[in-house]
Every structure is written in structure tokens, then in C-alpha cells.
């Protein structure tokens, strides 16, 4: 079974529609992070989350917000999509140590916003 | 600011031949480095990384990367290339703090040619 899996894997929503895109480990990590994904730009973060009491803006959070359920969970809503939210996005859990920090991605959420 | 780039959008190489993927970045701290390969339709993979020590780091599917300090570079390399390693690649750097963040490259199209 994977370690990190999203819910959908895609996704086809209208202007205005309130979606939201679902994450879980099997990895215990305790940081978690929503990425988008879009050609030419890499990735770039919308949210993270250092424990279940810890969220955090990335550098793109407008118009997302997120819900960490559990330590295991960590859900990203668009409250009203548009069109230029059209997107790939990813989950990644983080395994940290004192001198280390490696992330892990789960298989994406294709999201197409009409 | 900080910032990874990968100056090459897109590379063709024959089947065979040698690779070389270019990485530089700018980070205030003394950074980590990391490459990810995404196979068409697929989430990110972690080929290596770099912490410390050595510089020269090994990874899986016969990868390798140097850090370079003086050039802020990060290459990746693979000295004969199969066609399974058409895919897009992204660099990666990060420095562990209480507030870490991975920053990724734009990412680099590699395509093999028969």
C-alpha cells in the first residue's frame, strides 16, 4: 500500500463549487504540505502543517484553506474554485531528524476547473 | 531570496549517450539539496540527496549528483541513459529549521531519442 495517498485522483468541478482534496500517511510523519503543481513552474507550496495544532501559509494560499483532521490526515478546500486553479496537486509528508528533513509525495489530485 | 533554477526547460539525448542535469541555487543558510523525478501521470519519486559529507551522493536508477559550494550547483548526472528515463526532473533545496521549507526548480523535460 502506498504511504501517502489522495483522494481523488482527479477531479472536474465548475466556477464557484466548493471542492476539497483529501490526504493521509501511513508514514507517521508529523509534517505535511499541499503543493500545486503547474508547467513550467514547479512546485509551489499553499499550506503546511508542523503537527495537528500547526498550520501555515505557503507562498500561493489565496483562495485554498486546509483542515489537519489528524496527525495522519491533512485536507486542502478550494471554498470557491476558478479556472486558474486548474491544477496538479500533491500531498508530501516530511521525515525529520536533527539534521535531516526528506519529503515524500503521494500520486497527485488532477483538478480541472470549467 | 532564496531560489532554485534549472536552466534547461527541455533535454533530448540519445539512448546511451550521458547525462547531465543542471541545478543552481541561492540560500541565505547552508542548504540541502535533493532531485525528484516524475514519470508522465505520476507523483514525485526521490532519486538522492545531499545533507553532508561526501559530496559526490549516489542515488537509485544509477543517479548521481555533486554539490558544488563554490558554483552553487547541484548537477545530476547518469553516465548512460535508458529510454525508461524520459520524465521530468526537479531539484530541490531546503535548510532545516523550526520553519522549513523545500524550494523547488521549474523542473527539466528529459526525452530519449531512439
Known amino acids: 500500500d502506498a504511504d501517502v495517498t489522495q483522494t481523488p485522483r482527479n477531479r472536474i468541478t465548475k466556477t464557484g463549487k466548493r471542492i476539497m482534496l483529501e490526504c493521509s500517511q501511513t508514514?507517521?510523519?508529523?509534517?505535511m504540505y499541499w503543493y500545486r503543481q503547474d508547467p513550467g513552474l514547479g512546485l509551489r507550496l499553499i499550506y503546511y502543517?508542523?503537527?495537528?495544532?500547526?498550520?501555515n501559509k505557503g507562498e500561493i494560499s489565496d483562495g485554498y484553506s486546509v483542515s489537519r483532521q489528524a496527525q495522519a490526515k491533512f485536507s486542502l478546500s478550494l471554498e470557491s474554485a476558478i479556472p486558474n486553479q486548474t491544477a496538479l496537486y500533491f500531498c508530501?509528508?516530511?521525515?525529520?531528524?536533527?539534521?535531516?528533513?526528506?519529503?515524500?509525495f503521494g500520486p497527485g489530485t488532477r483538478l480541472l476547473v470549467l | 531570496a532564496q531560489s532554485v533554477t534549472q536552466p534547461d526547460i527541455h533535454i533530448t539525448v540519445s539512448e546511451g549517450a550521458s547525462l547531465e542535469l543542471r541545478c543552481n541555487y541561492s540560500?541565505?543558510?547552508?542548504?540541502?539539496l535533493f532531485w525528484y523525478v516524475q514519470s508522465p501521470g505520476q507523483g514525485l519519486q526521490l532519486l538522492l540527496k545531499?545533507?553532508?559529507?561526501?559530496?559526490l551522493v549516489q542515488g537509485i536508477k544509477g543517479f548521481e549528483a555533486e554539490f558544488k559550494r563554490s558554483q552553487s550547483s547541484f548537477n545530476l548526472r547518469k553516465p548512460s541513459v535508458h529510454w525508461s528515463d524520459a520524465a521530468e526532473y526537479f531539484c530541490?533545496?531546503?535548510?532545516?529549521?523550526?520553519?522549513?521549507?523545500?524550494?523547488f526548480g521549474s523542473g527539466t523535460r528529459l526525452s530519449i531519442r531512439p
Open positions: 508530501a509528508t516530511s521525515e525529520v531528524t536533527e539534521t535531516q528533513e526528506t519529503q515524500y
Open positions: 508514514k507517521g510523519h508529523d509534517r
Open positions: 502543517s508542523f503537527d495537528v495544532k500547526d498550520i
Open positions: 540560500y541565505g543558510a547552508t542548504p540541502y
Open positions: 545531499y545533507f553532508s559529507g561526501d559530496t
Open positions: 530541490a533545496v531546503g535548510s532545516y529549521s523550526s520553519a522549513s521549507k523545500i524550494i
